[in-house]
């Protein structure tokens, strides 16, 4: 096993779909100082997600939540993608697309050819088993189910900021 396996030290992540969840979680991992690339279908769809995250960080700034400066640092950490393969440097990634198995599947398929070491599958409660066909399929890359943590609700932020924490430390 190597050293990267052991202790993942994950800086770069990932989030595939900017919707509801994706926009949530590509916040959370902005805010807590990582470098996210968002990847969305088409450019319209990576449009409307950084408009739908800016539009979170604004409200953050007027509720005194965060500074200005704070707010242009951690947008400095977004990017946007329409290009799977640009994951490559990732070495966690977060799905967040819609709720359909055989893009979950391909999208996990696609990042585990380029060798993305931790996948975070966003699957509702009914269909938890396909998060282990999905693992299955994998060779490369481990496969988390962390579908039930909506990162909008409640504490669902400060949730996903313990995962990332427990996963980031290995
Ligand atoms: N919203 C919730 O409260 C909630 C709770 C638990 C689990 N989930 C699960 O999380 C997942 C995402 O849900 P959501 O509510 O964010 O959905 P959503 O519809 O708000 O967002 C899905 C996003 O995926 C994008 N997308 C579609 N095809 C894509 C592709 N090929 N590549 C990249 N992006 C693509 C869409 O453009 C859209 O922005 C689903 O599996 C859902 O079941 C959602």
Do not use: Y
């Not at 408009?51 to 400066?69: H, I, N, Q």
């Amino acid at each position: 096993m190597s050293t990267e396996t052991q202790s993942p030290n994950i800086e770069r992540v990932g989030v595939v779909g900017c919707g509801q969840m994706g926009a949530g979680i590509a916040e959370v991992c902005a805010r807590a100082g990582m470098d996210v690339m968002v990847h969305e279908i088409d450019a319209d769809s990576a449009e409307r997600g950084r408009t739908r995250l800016l539009g979170s960080f604004d409200k953050a700034v007027a509720r005194s939540k965060m500074t200005e400066e704070e707010r242009d640092e951690t947008i400095s950490r977004l990017t946007f993608t329409t290009d799977l393969a640009d994951m490559a440097d990732r070495r966690m990634v977060i799905e967040a697309v819609i709720e359909d198995e055989k893009l979950k599947t391909d999208v996990f398929t696609t990042l585990d050819n380029v060798q993305v070491l931790v996948g975070v599958v966003l699957i509702a409660w009914a269909s938890r088993p396909i998060a282990f066909c999905i693992g299955d399929a994998l060779s490369n890359s481990q496969v988390i189910n962390a579908g039930t943590i909506n990162p909008g609700a409640n504490a669902g932020g400060v949730l996903w900021q313990c995962l990332l924490q427990s996963i980031c430390s290995g």
